[in-house]
């Protein structure tokens, strides 16, 4: 699972990281991009590049890592054997998602341990919309369902980018999103056609969701920084705001069709424009909770690092059998 | 002292404290295992291909997260190698399509210090943007040799563009009717995939009665 909206460094920065480039080799760069090749770890490539890949590698680890905390609390209340099993596969399946990304993110040059070193710190940042509370099993399954989706969206896109470690490991990940997708879609469909109860459930669920639901795809294009680059070098493939069009297109009729309501009077499809319409999400709340005022930002921080803090002795003690040999970054 | 009180039972539970202490321990002080290459077998008599890494802190442990990791759905695994990424030799990577068969000459070979004769396995990539894929064993002295041999028993007419050698006495492999048992179970764990949820029918039912 994953949410765009990564912020970019303003391009004073970038462009003082540009211009020490070889303009040969950077042309050399661009034409294989150009032609739809891909870059691999030993290739050479400018040192924007490589640093905004990281970010944003690592970031999508992190929110993998992170997203499986308002999921995983509901393994031990799930309703029945059944979905125990599948959040089990599913909340399974994001963390090694995370392995996956944090090694394409090593072959750029970034350790492991450095990264988890700032997640925990709070230098790195992940999807903002891990920071709500899972309140009742149906927040559960908004997740399972819509935040995937939404997450499928982006990867799908950012599956077609430059970089080789970086598309393998979607290309992976991708596939068994689909799993966690109907998974998600079959839960919602049980509690949206159960009984009152249940259904007033979803209901409250999409009602609590829906907000961060619109701010996971990152500030519209309108306020956001536009670089031209990332898109050039095919590290941005789509703009927040296409992902987010293309997320309602295909899931609103999905919730109108079980009888949801969207808590925005706003939400149309123009049929002229074929876009869609709504209420221009709060922003000044996205920018807060980003900066750690969230509902649960120092819980789900203060987790991992008492995950990290309490398992130290098990990988020391493990460490010892290493016989002192390096790391060294991997290769694909 | 204050607890972090959430609303998942197991955390309130481990009593994490609200308030932690400014420092955390600096990555030296920590803890980086070794990375191994993981390559997949996802069929029986098919080739071997790359498909990530994992950190661990020795083989046995890397191959027990690579099961996890990479076979954990039906029916796409059968063998599983694992190779110490600081053992695998690797060449140069062509530019503009070459062949990096064309650049591998006797003389490579006959400037490298020979060892005993050993058995080595070759890995190619054949498509840029793809996978490793594992083309075959032989004989070399060294892996110098190794290359060279490879040209004469892999080059074809379609070009490889990059190369992988590894001395096959210290790569683990888990593959074969001895381990067989390993993957048994993977076709049983129907509920890990998409095709387990179907719900056309109950949608279909909730219309009607919406309507009615």
Redesign the interface.
């Known amino acids: 699972m994953y949410g765009g909206g990564q912020v970019f460094e303003p391009s004073s920065t970038n462009n003082d990281l540009l211009k020490d480039e070889d303009p040969k080799k950077l042309a050399e760069f661009e034409a294989r991009i150009a032609r739809g ?2 870059i ?1 770890p ?2 050479w490539m400018p040192k924007l590049y490589r640093k905004q890949l990281i970010r944003m590698i690592e970031q999508h680890g992190h929110s993998e890592i992170i997203g499986a905390l308002p999921e ?2 509901w393994i ?1 209340r799930a309703p029945g054997f ?1 979905r125990k ?2 959040l089990m ?1 599913k909340v ?2 994001e963390v ?1 998602h995370a ?2 990304l944090y ?1 394409a993110a ?1 072959t750029l040059g970034k ?4 990264m988890i ?1 700032d997640l ?2 709070g230098k790195s940042k992940y999807s903002n919309i891990f920071n709500y ?3 009742t099993w149906a927040d559960s399954c908004f997740i399972s369902w819509l935040v995937d989706a939404g997450a499928i969206v982006n990867q799908l896109a950012n599956a077609r980018g430059s970089y ?1 470690p970086y ?3 979607l290309d ?1 990940i991708c596939a ?1 999103e ?2 966690h ?3 998600g ?2 839960c919602v ?2 509690l ?2 159960g009984t009152p109860k249940q259904r007033e459930m979803m209901q409250e669920a999409v009602n609590r969701w829906w907000a961060p639901m619109m701010h996971f795809f990152g500030p519209s294009d309108k306020i956001s920084t536009h670089t031209e680059i990332l898109t050039k070098w095919k590290v941005k493939m789509a703009t927040n705001d296409e992902c987010r069009q293309q997320f309602l297109d295909m899931y609103v009729p999905k919730i109108w ?3 949801l309501t969207i808590p925005d009077e706003n939400l149309k499809r123009n049929e002229q424009t074929g876009e869609w319409e709504f209420t221009e999400p709060d922003w000044e709340e996205f920018k807060r909770v980003i900066n750690g005022d969230g509902p649960c930002n ?2 789900r921080l ?2 991992r ?2 995950a990290e803090e309490r398992g ?1 002795w098990v ?2 003690a ?5 016989k002192g ?4 970054a ?3 | 002292m204050s607890f972090i009180n959430s609303l998942d039972p197991r955390i309130n539970r481990l009593s994490i404290p609200s308030e932690f202490g400014a420092s955390f321990p600096e990555q030296g002080e920590k803890d980086q295992f070794i990375t191994y290459e993981v390559f997949v077998q996802p069929k029986e008599n098919k080739a071997f291909q790359h498909e990530g890494i994992v950190h661990a802190p020795t083989e046995e442990m890397a191959f027990l997260f690579a099961k996890e990791q990479f076979s954990r759905r039906g029916m796409n695994c059968s063998g599983i190698w694992v190779i110490k990424t600081t053992d695998i030799q690797v060449s140069p990577i062509t530019e503009n399509g070459e062949d990096i068969y064309d650049y591998i000459n006797k003389e490579i070979m006959e400037g490298a210090a020979k060892g005993e004769n050993e058995k080595y396995q070759v890995f190619q990539l054949m498509k840029r943007g793809k996978q490793h894929i594992h083309a075959g064993e032989l004989d070399a002295h060294s892996p110098e040799e190794a290359l060279w041999n490879a040209k004469n028993k892999f080059a074809g007419d379609k070009p490889a563009f990059n190369l992988w050698i590894v001395k096959d006495s210290v790569i683990l492999k888990i593959e074969g009717e001895e381990f067989s048992d390993i993957w048994e179970t993977l076709p049983d764990k129907k509920y890990r995939d998409a095709m387990d949820y179907k719900a056309t029918e109950k949608i279909k039912k909730f219309k009607e009665e919406q309507k009615a």
């Open positions: 090749e891909k691999e030993k290739d995983g609390t031990t059944k099993l599948a596969a399974q399946d090694g392995q996956l090694g090593e350790s492991r341990e450095q070193q925990i710190t509370p899972t309140f080789g598309c393998r490991a992976r068994e689909s799993f997708l109907k998974y879609h079959h469909i049980h949206a056609t069709e079980l009888g120092k819980e203060a987790v690092r008492t130290a990988r020391r493990l460490a010892s059998k290493t040999e390096e790391y060294v991997p290769m694909a």
